[in-house]
Each structure stands twice: as C-alpha cells, then as structure tokens.
Nanobody
Framework: QVQLVESGGGLVQPGGSLRLSCAAS????????MSWWRQTPGKERELVAD????????GHTDSVEGRFTISRDNSKNMLYLQMNNLLSEDTAVYYCKARWPYGLGLEYWGQGTQVTVSS
C-alpha cells in the first residue's frame, strides 16, 4: 500500500523557517522522481520544487529559488523541503508527490500539510 505522509507544517512568522518532511512507503522510493506542490483556496496546485530519483537533478520554482531547498534521503525513504525566509504568500497546503519517471502515468500524492506564514 503506497503512502506519502507529510509533516512539519505549522504557523510561523514572516522571515521564519520550517522544514517539511514526507515519509514514503509501499513503493521503491529511489526509483521515483519526487516533488513538492502547494495550493491555496481557489487556485490551482503549483509545483514548488522537484528532485530526481537519485537526487542528481533538482529544480525550484522562481518564487522560492534561494529560499527553499528540496532534498531526499533514499536510505530513509524521506523527502524534505527546507523553507527559509518565509513570506506571507508562501501560506498554502503543501503536498508531496511521487512520479514514476518512465511513463504509465504512475503518481501518488500525500494528504498535505498546512503552512501558515503570519505575524
């Protein structure tokens, strides 16, 4: 049974930091590309950052470049998102996603974790 469980969200002041975690199970974690997405009410889910299975290819959307860092630990089946210098516009529900990179449309989503940036 595939599971992706996010944790680490919460309330933080502007300029603060949070580290999100995503615990994966039920599939060969190191074979899947992983990504973080976020969504606010009334808006489409947007890609925040992604990382290839072995971690050799990493990308961050422009709005978080230099502030957020995606990483993974394949020995622990864990995905992370270090978020620094948080802004109010970073407030959203954050989701992790696993995608099989060789087609077939295989992808899995976590249930999300709320991040609220407010003073």
């Amino acid at each position: 049974q595939v599971q992706l469980v996010e944790s680490g969200g919460g309330l933080v002041q502007p300029g603060g930091s949070l580290r999100l975690s995503c615990a994966a199970s039920g599939f060969t974690f190191s074979s899947y590309d992983m990504s973080w997405w976020r969504q606010t009410p009334g808006k489409e889910r947007e890609l925040v950052a992604d990382i290839s299975g072995a971690g050799g290819s990493i990308g961050h959307t422009d709005s978080v470049e230099g502030r957020f860092t995606i990483s993974r630990d394949n020995s622990k089946n864990m995905l992370y998102l270090q978020m620094n210098n948080l802004l109010s516009e970073d407030t959203a529900v954050y989701y992790c996603k696993a995608r099989w990179p060789y087609g077939l449309g295989l992808e899995y989503w976590g249930q999300g974790t709320q991040v609220t940036v407010s003073s």
